[in-house]
């Protein structure tokens, strides 16, 4: 093998290889003594109003994506528009994300979370006092325009694992991401839910008109408070990093930081990009079952609306359970694959039982099997994000989370148009069955990921770093209870390491 020094995408210069290791976890004695002293790290409370801003802020900004879709029928006759018009509505905000990936994650790994964040709470702001004044039947185009804007907000989403990894400890830093992945889903569970309590399907144009502009009103002040508060209170990152591995990032210069480079180097990973399509067909999948739910509900159950919204809360409530449980489950266990492939084959499970379950005409039925579907399926998002790292590390949290998101966009968009045309031909059973079928792909990938948790492996190269360097500056009586004529005795805990640390070091061993 040639030099150890190969330059990574992040323009470190590699002491050893994270993804050589056959079980990607067991650090050997030689990489732990090669690695730097261990630096300073610190747990602040303060972590935790950090996340619950960005958490309430994507809450925020997931209400704007759904509060036009669960009530599609309703906006339909209002706007004088067709099917497709008001899936759009939904779709840009998945369709907007992919052109400014990119530029996002450039402005992410050059400037920082806390531009990102602001310059997404601003836009979620602008879009949303521009749709207040669109209640009226002819300013469709406008309130297009409006809810364009807020999907340019739609930038946060490669943040959660990032704002993890930088603010929270080894032991929590699963629970943390599945935390802030639930502000998302508690915007689009109230996305489900408000939207048809507020606009109730009347014949009467200008009651309807006042109950969709009180709903308009009702978002955009939620949303100049979180502006507000993203502005004041949200900071970058704590003083002293939290982690060893978090430490290590720091220590990169930012003239040894190649953007390209990570990229390709992301591209080149075969577990990450196997993860990158099995997550874009999973999220793809719950993109446009959201997006269309109030087609499904209606046409088994017209006059419906406010249980379809309901249902769609039931899905996302569930998940939101589904997605503290994996966090905390994870980071427990540290059993990312087979987590991720288990709640991925019972999504599909889920998905097949709602589908064969729709058009029994029980809508108690729906719930429960609605419920399950979205414990999995949604509780699967922040499993993926978290998987990505531990397979990208030490390249950009926020770089292999925006790979992740961008393919579930781009799917999510494919499976939207596609599924809402087979409703509108063949019903909504060949519709599920449609994106059960990509689900069974999905789950095939994964199954094929090599587990290769290499920012795993670096947290236990650090710790192990740290036990030798603290034996290294061992009393005599240390060095005299494992050393025999000169050696290391059988057995002890030098005998593993010995050769690997400094000359100098195994020499104040043996002098002792």
């Known amino acids: ?199 109730p399907n009347v014949d009467d144009v200008e009651e309807l008109a006042s109950h969709i502009r009180i709903m308009f009103y009702i978002s955009a002040g939620v949303a100049t408070f979180i ?41 080149r990973n075969k577990p990450f990009m196997l993860l990158v399509l099995s997550y874009g067909l999973n999220v793809g999948c719950f993109y446009s079952i959201s997006t269309l739910l109030n087609r499904m509900i209606i046409e088994h159950y017209p006059g419906e609306e406010v249980n379809a919204g309901r249902i769609g809360l039931t899905i996302v409530v569930a998940g939101m359970a589904g997605s503290l449980i994996c966090g905390i489950w994870l980071d427990r266990t540290k059993t990312y694959k087979q987590t991720t492939l288990a709640v991925y084959l019972f999504s599909l499970i889920g998905m097949l039982v709602y589908t064969v379950t729709l058009n029994l005409g029980h809508l108690w039925v729906v719930f429960v099997t609605a419920g399950v579907l979205g414990f999995f399926m949604t509780g699967y998002l922040p499993l993926g994000f978290e998987f990505a790292v531990e397979l990208t590390y030490p390249e950009s949290e926020g770089t292999s989370s925006g790979l992740l998101n961008c393919s579930a966009q781009i799917f999510g968009i494919i499976f939207t148009i596609s599924q809402g045309k087979i409703i509108d031909k063949w019903g909504t059973f060949a519709g599920n069955i449609f994106l059960c079928i990509f689900l069974l792909i999905g789950t095939a990938l994964t199954g094929f990921i090599k587990s290769d948790l290499r920012r795993q492996k670096a947290n236990l190269l650090n710790a192990e770093a740290q036990t030798v360097n603290s034996e290294v500056r061992a009393p005599r009586s240390f060095c005299r209870s494992n050393v025999w004529d000169g050696a290391p005795a059988p057995g002890s805990m030098l005998s593993g390491w010995l050769s690997a640390v400094p000359h100098t070091a195994v020499h104040h061993c043996r002098r002792a």
């Open 1 to 199: 093998m040639g030099s150890e020094k190969q330059r990574n995408g992040l323009g470190e210069y590699r002491r050893l290889s994270l993804g050589d290791s056959t079980d990607g976890s067991e650090p050997s004695p030689l990489d732990a003594a090669r690695l730097p002293p261990p630096t300073e790290t610190k747990l602040y409370k303060r972590r935790w109003v950090m996340l619950f801003i960005f958490s309430a802020f994507s809450a925020s900004n997931a209400l704007m994506w759904l509060q036009y879709g669960i009530i599609g029928d309703i906006l339909l006759r209002f706007y004088g528009i067709g099917t497709l018009a008001i899936d759009c509505l939904s779709m840009v905000f998945l369709l907007t994300y992919i052109p400014l990936f990119l530029p996002v994650t450039w402005v992410l790994d050059n400037r920082g979370v806390r531009e990102v964040v602001v310059a997404a709470a601003a836009f979620n702001c602008i879009g949303a006092w521009i749709k207040t004044g669109t209640a009226a039947p002819d300013m469709f185009p406008v309130t297009f325009f409006g809810q364009f804007m807020c999907s340019v907000g739609t930038i946060y989403m490669g943040l959660p694992s990032r704002l993890a990894s930088l603010w929270f400890g080894e032991q929590e830093v699963s629970t943390a991401c599945s935390i802030a992945v639930l502000g998302t889903q508690l915007g689009i569970a109230v996305g489900f839910l408000l939207p048809p309590i507020l606009v």
């Open 227 to 267: 502006f507000i508060l993203v502005i004041i209170v949200f900071q970058e990152k704590p003083e002293i990093p939290p982690t060893q591995a978090q430490a290590q990032s720091r220590n990169i210069a930012p003239g040894d930081y190649s953007y390209t480079a990570s990229i390709l180097s992301l591209l």
